[in-house]
């Protein structure tokens, strides 16, 4: 899949046999990538398909509510983890733009017409039913189709009677209620990160963890989880790697870690692994809830405890079954 990441919210358009063939698009934040959206990917790759065109996403590399109202959500899916999505899902071609006052500011017409039009060669647009895009969010799937575009209108998804949305999703997963954020989302809840240097303390311990820096997605809650985790690695080409049971830690780890610090830290200990994972990209599955993170009064009970919930992870991994 090819990225094109830009500030300027008008990129040049790629080779000439690219620009030819044209473009499916469809726009969004697609934060989480859940069913409505992959409903929406779903009618896109499809046309793509039928017309000879390149299925195009454009999306942003932060949530433009930062910009329209001042403050944003935690994000259920971080740029990087979108993009991975994108890609199971067969987009071939993602525009990141960078959403700031510039382009606020930019009338729907312009957008419309020197960007999808004239950098992507838009042939075809597949939309959400709240697609909105441009000065005063004019540009609407009706207001393209009265311009003459081609436009085709996802609707929304419900489940039980409840409309699919990342804010739903969001409220799940701060909640705990992984079940029902899977439901929504159609695939586990997952935190997709890097592999970080941390203080090794671990592997001191005895359980060597990854530490993950998830680029400031939302974390499930604080405590103790069984996990899945699957390697997904870029050199030299992309491979996610089947994935491996392991135990993770959300939190603070007041039992060593003297000043708390300002965001929980997110570790993996995979188990029977031996191999360095640094730099890599783990996305991590959340099978089960252990127990919550506490203060234990020494590092060697803490050792001790970790051997306690590494065997109750074993132990429910092995009646959990593997969605890959």
Request: aromatic fraction near 6%; proline fraction near 6%.
């Amino acid at each position: 899949m090819i990225l094109t990441t830009d500030r300027h919210p008008l990129p040049r358009t790629g080779s000439a046999a690219e620009s030819a063939r044209g473009s499916v698009v469809s726009i969004g934040v697609f934060d989480g990538v859940h069913l409505g959206h992959q409903k929406i990917l779903e009618r896109n790759t499809s046309e793509a398909r039928r017309l000879g065109a390149r299925s195009t996403v454009v999306t942003f590399r932060d949530h433009p509510k930062r910009v329209l109202l001042g403050r944003a959500p935690r994000t259920l899916t971080s740029l990087e983890h979108r993009l991975e999505l994108f890609r199971r899902a067969g987009v071939e071609h993602t525009v990141a733009l960078t959403f700031d006052e510039e382009l606020k500011s930019i009338p729907a017409e312009t957008f419309a017409r020197e960007f999808l039009v004239g950098a992507l060669d838009a042939r075809k647009f597949v939309l959400g039913f709240d697609s909105k895009f441009g000065r005063d969010r004019a540009g609407t799937p009706e207001w393209l189709a009265r311009l003459g575009f081609d436009v085709e209108v996802v609707p929304q998804v419900t489940i039980g009677g409840r409309a699919v949305s990342s804010t739903a999703i969001r409220e799940a997963v701060e909640l705990g209620d992984l079940a029902g954020a899977a439901r929504m989302l159609g695939r586990p809840v997952t935190v997709y990160g890097e592999v970080v240097a941390g203080d090794r303390l671990g592997r001191q311990l005895g359980f060597p963890t990854a530490n993950l820096d998830l680029h400031h997605e939302l974390r499930p809650p604080n405590g103790v989880w069984a996990v899945r985790a699957s390697r997904v690695r870029y050199t030299p080409e992309r491979v996610v790697e089947s994935p491996l049971d392991g135990v993770a830690n959300i939190g603070f780890r007041p039992t060593v870690d003297g000043q708390r610090p300002e965001v929980p830290r997110v570790e993996v200990h995979l188990l029977d692994f031996q191999g360095d994972l640094y730099g890599e990209y783990l996305e991590v599955e959340f099978v089960a809830f252990l127990r919550e993170e506490r203060k234990f009064p020494s590092v060697e009970a803490l050792r001790d405890q970790i051997r306690v919930d590494v065997a109750t992870a074993r132990a429910s991994l092995s009646r959990t079954p593997t969605t890959a």
